[in-house]
């Protein structure tokens, strides 16, 4: 499976970069494959998706029911509320 990779320069004190290249001798992956499975577990630590379209009127809709002055009727009109139209 072929993925398209992107290039980046980043910068390791030596402590860590001896540490990459020793985990890399002892792996035998490369150190590049290591960098990629740590951004890849670091951001799914934490969650971090794409930048949200803020254009998207349903990313607008989230929280909206969670003020006590909010729609109670928000299932029933969404269309009201996504789209300032009636429903």
Do not use: F, N
Request: proline letters at 3%.
């Amino acid at each position: 499976m072929y993925m398209a990779l992107k290039r980046k320069q980043i910068y390791l004190d030596a402590a860590s970069d001896s540490t990459l290249k020793k985990l890399a001798r002892e792996t035998g992956l490369s150190q590049a494959e290591h960098i990629r499975r740590a951004v890849r577990a670091y951001v799914d630590q934490h969650k971090i998706a794409h930048v949200e379209d803020r254009s998207d009127p349903l990313l607008q809709l989230i929280g909206i029911c969670d003020s006590p002055d909010g729609p109670r009727d928000a299932a029933r009109h969404h269309d009201r509320y996504l789209y300032r139209r009636s429903s």
